[in-house]
């Protein structure tokens, strides 16, 4: 079995990428007809991004973002 701190660092690397997961999914959701975008659904992409941004330095190095066309914190760019 893996030690602890590779286990740790796994789920972290693994609740980050859910989390832009999710966020990218919000960015899709949130928009609106003529350019305008879902306030509820901005403040949790947001939220989202943030709690990513949180655990971006608990991430092991090396780990490649999601390839998904968009920045590092899940919007397009």
């Known amino acids: 079995m893996d030690d602890l701190s590779t286990v740790r660092a796994q789920e972290y690397e693994e ?3 859910e989390l832009l ?3 990218r999914r919000l960015d899709r959701l949130r928009r609106l007809s003529g350019g305008a975008v879902d306030a509820h ?3 949790a992409m947001h939220a989202l991004e943030f709690a990513a941004a ?3 330095p608990v991430v092991p190095p090396g780990t490649p973002l999601p390839d998904s066309g968009t920045t590092r914190h899940g919007r397009s760019s």
């Open 15 to 17: 609740t980050f990428n």
């Open 41 to 43: 659904g901005t403040a």
């Open 21 to 23: 997961q999710a966020a």
């Open 54 to 56: 949180i655990l971006w």
